[in-house]
Each structure stands twice: as structure tokens, then as C-alpha cells.
């Protein structure tokens, strides 16, 4: 099973930026669809974002949607979320997620189709 490694979490001002990473050290990621999901205190855990392995149209949660934007560099075995113009609402614990169990030109929002997640990144945002 894929080990995944998040980074780039941190305190962030409201309307700023950041870009999280989630590595696979050692493995390749070429054979998993990513997502990224989130989980804020209280709350269930959220999909915010996916990207499939052949890199088509990722999805994106209604409430980042064009604010966040996911990507993968395979050669790398890292994938990306960038997050900008940042809201209070966004702070949470952001999970990568890795599957193999879905086609390579699909992904899911739904936290069930993944098998290999990462320890999580803290993400806050306040002013």
C-alpha cells in the first residue's frame, strides 16, 4: 500500500494562499487516483478535491470551487492542492487519499473509494 506524506499546511490570513503537497516517498503514484478531503472540528470529513491518474477533468467541491486547484506531476509522485483566497470556513485537517480500485480516467469526492491516506496537514485560516 502506497505510503502518503502531506505538506504545506499552516496559518494562513484570510483571502491568502497556500499549497499543500502529498508525496509518496519511494513509490509511484502513477497507478492511484488522489484525493484530497478535509476535516474540521465537529464536522464529518469532506471531499474538497480529486484527480484522476490520466489526469482528466478533476472535480472539486461546490464550496472550493474556484478557489482550489488540484494537479499531479507523476514524474514527481506528488500531487498538489492550491488553495487561494482562503475563507475561516477552510480551516481544517486536509487529507490526501490514494485508490486504486477506480478507472484511470474517474475520480470520487466519496472518502470510501480510498485505501492509502496520509497523517493529515492543519490548515488555518484567521485573521
Known amino acids: 500500500q502506497v505510503q502518503l506524506v502531506e505538506s504545506g499546511g499552516g496559518l494562513v490570513q484570510p483571502g491568502g494562499s497556500l499549497r499543500l503537497s502529498c508525496a509518496a516517498p519511494?513509490?509511484?503514484?502513477?497507478?492511484?487516483?488522489i484525493g484530497w478531503f478535509r476535516q474540521a472540528p465537529g464536522k464529518e470529513r469532506e471531499g474538497v478535491s480529486c484527480?484522476?491518474?490520466?489526469?482528466?477533468?478533476?472535480l472539486y467541491a461546490d464550496s472550493v470551487k474556484d478557489r482550489f486547484t488540484t494537479s499531479r506531476d507523476n514524474a514527481k509522485n506528488t500531487a498538489f492542492l492550491q488553495m487561494n483566497h482562503l475563507k475561516p470556513e477552510d480551516t481544517a485537517v486536509y487529507y490526501c487519499?490514494?485508490?486504486?480500485?477506480?478507472?484511470?480516467?474517474?475520480?470520487?469526492?466519496?472518502?470510501?473509494?480510498?485505501?492509502?491516506w496520509g497523517q493529515g496537514t492543519q490548515v488555518t485560516v484567521a485573521s
Open positions: 487519499a490514494g485508490t486504486r480500485r477506480l478507472s484511470s480516467g474517474s475520480c470520487s469526492l466519496g472518502h470510501g473509494w480510498y485505501d492509502a
Open positions: 484527480i484522476s491518474r490520466s489526469v482528466r477533468q478533476p
Open positions: 519511494g513509490m509511484s503514484l502513477d497507478y492511484y487516483t
